[in-house]
């Protein structure tokens, strides 16, 4: 059998931390080409990939409403690079699209949703915590990953027993070890028991080597108040 950690988790990781790449393979530079925002919005859709590519990297920073819808559509482009760099920029918009983010996500499923998701993640945004606590039981694994990583960034103290619940369910290797970090991240003594709870119960190591990580951040923290 494929050791679980060999699979799409691997890839999804990598869309997660993508960064834009030029045509040949260095990193966007601040000092190239950067279109104004009425050409970048219309050259999202455009035939060539690198113009699209060009484009949603343009946007990075803008905050006027006349992106939101643009970018959302560009969240369903073909290149994955492009999607990732249009969900990143609506994160970044904050509150202004959280509303917006929310009926996408709820709508949508697979890669869209996924993506949908990352921006609502990148939000950082109270008002999202009901949908993933909703969405760590989606079917697509990718969304059940950003949804219990979410909770633990957002605090969602709460929801500490859904996400010990999870990582009891749970098949997919990726999701139980982003759960554990979610824990980790809520940083209240009480999501302790339910990290050496999965870490007896797993057997890989790296899995518990993060549960060990987790359980000092948490102790340090508590430590300290």
Known sequence: ??????????????????????????????????LSMDE??????????????????????????AVIEPLIVAMNDEN??????????????????????????????????????FALKGTGSKKAVD???????????????????????LK?????????ELILEEEDWGVRLAAIRALGDMEVEKAIDPIKKARRKEKDKDFKKAANKAIKKIEKVVKKK
Do not use: Q
């Open 1 to 34: 059998m494929i050791n679980s950690k060999i699979n799409n988790n691997i890839i999804w990781d990598n869309i997660i931390i993508l960064r834009i790449k030029c045509p040949n393979g260095e990193n966007m530079s601040k000092d190239e080409e950067k």
């Open 40 to 65: 970048a919005i219309a050259k999202l859709t455009d035939g060539d990939v690198e113009v699209r590519k060009l484009a949603v990297n343009s946007l990075e920073g803008v905050e006027d409403e």
């Open 80 to 117: 994955t690079p492009v999607r990732h760099k249009a969900a990143d920029n609506l994160g970044k918009m904050g509150e202004s699209v959280v509303d917006r983010l929310i009926e996408v996500v709820n709508k949508e499923d697979g890669e869209y949703k996924r993506f949908a998701s």
């Open 131 to 153: 949908y993933f606590a909703e969405a760590i039981h989606d079917e697509d694994f990718g969304v059940r990953k950003i949804a219990v990583r979410s909770l633990g960034e």
């Open 156 to 164: 969602a103290t709460d929801k500490i027993d859904d996400i010990a």
